[in-house]
Nanobody
Framework: QVQLVESGGGSVQAGGSMRLSCSVA????????MVWFRQAPRHPREGVAS???????TYSDSVKGRFTVSEDNAKQTLYLEMSNLKPEDTAMYYC???????????????????????WGKGTPVTVSS
């Protein structure tokens, strides 16, 4: 069983930065795909950043150039560095893991990832203007 616990959320003003962490205990399988999702009220959940077993990272268009996903295998932690935050980044942020390479589809409203098996309970991020 893989347990995911997010932390680091809070409130920040527009233009500010924040780092989210996801403690992952324990990913023993490979390949794998780890994804940061977010969901704002009255909006569908969207995947914003992913990293997989070979280190490949991808980002949705809405966060590209502002967010950076990384992992520290020794600490078993997934990170999401967010900069130049905007009010529209306000959402509950979740991390999730799939036991296969990342598969996703980009829609006009956002990105959907497939086969996510384990989920955290989320950490809230609020960006004020």
């Amino acid at each position: 069983q893989v347990q995911l616990v997010e932390s680091g959320g809070g409130s920040v003003q527009a233009g500010g930065s924040m780092r989210l962490s996801c403690s992952v205990a324990v990913v023993t399988f490979s390949p794998y795909c780890m994804v940061w999702f977010r969901q704002a009220p009255r909006h569908p959940r969207e995947g914003v950043a992913s990293i997989q077993h070979d280190g490949e990272t991808t980002y949705s268009d809405s966060v590209k150039g502002r967010f950076t996903v990384s992992e520290d295998n020794a600490k078993q932690t997934l990170y999401l560095e967010m900069s130049n935050l905007k009010p529209e980044d306000t959402a509950m942020y979740y991390c999730a893991v799939a036991g296969e390479p990342c598969r996703y589809r980009q829609y006009q409203w956002g990105r959907v990832y497939y086969a996510m098996k384990y989920w955290g309970k989320g950490t809230p991020v609020t960006v004020s203007s």
